[in-house]
């Protein structure tokens, strides 16, 4: 699970619709872990891959958000 309050989304789900749409990069909402989905809000948990090579590109994709506040 990592903190998503520096990015400026309302919330865990508006901010993995936006990694999805546009970095293309799946993440799942860190609410959906909680019995009251207000703890996990702010949240999101990454699952990763064996891959180098699946690492390496969602790494990149990731670049993207750099800057966003």
Not at 40 to 52: D, I, P, S, T
């Amino acid at each position: 699970m990592t903190d998503i309050s520096a990015f400026g989304f309302e919330d865990d789900v508006e901010f993995v619709k936006y990694l999805v749409k546009e970095i293309g990069v799946a993440a799942v909402p860190g609410s959906s872990f909680y019995r009251d989905a207000r703890d996990g809000a702010r949240q999101v948990r990454f699952a990763f891959c064996k891959k180098l090579e699946t690492l390496d590109a969602a790494a990149e994709k990731m670049g993207k958000l750099r800057g966003r506040k």
